[in-house]
């Protein structure tokens, strides 16, 4: 995976929409579009193999909507700018941790103090479960 050639795609392919803002903010909540909802097509993604792109598209497959775009909205501050840069900054972050491949991983084998405590503490609980049993007649 190149970084800074899927970061670059993603500034420069990014489609960027302004809503209205909930939260704080006095009047200027009312008056100023300071919510950020920025998109980027998948199609102009450049820096990604095609299993990692395969990777982005299973783990961020809720945030891709009909048109094959990765959505993500910001309305953290008071400023349309700082969310704007926010919202790129969360989409190039989102899209590089989706990428990522996970190493395999290697299986291990259970300790011979592990087993025992799994047997000590197995017998304990059937001893705790033993005392709550009626007491037999003979």
Do not use: H, W
Not at 62 to 89: F, M, T, Y
């Amino acid at each position: 995976m190149n970084k800074e050639l899927l970061a670059a795609s993603i500034l420069d392919n990014a489609v960027i929409d302004f809503a209205r803002s909930s939260g704080p903010g006095g009047q200027n909540v009312n008056k100023v579009n300071t919510k950020v909802i920025a998109r980027v097509p998948l199609c102009t993604l450049a820096g990604l193999d095609d299993k990692e792109m395969e990777l982005v598209r299973t783990r961020l497959a809720g945030r891709i909507n009909a048109k094959d775009e990765i959505v993500v909205s910001v309305q953290e501050e008071r400023s349309q700018v700082q969310n704007r840069e926010r919202a790129l900054n969360k989409l190039i972050a989102l899209i590089v941790a989706a990428a990522r491949r996970m190493p395999p991983r290697i299986p291990t084998k259970p300790t011979r103090a592990s087993k025992e405590r799994k047997l000590t503490t197995k017998r304990r609980r059937a001893a705790i479960k033993g005392y709550r049993q009626k007491p037999q007649l003979e």
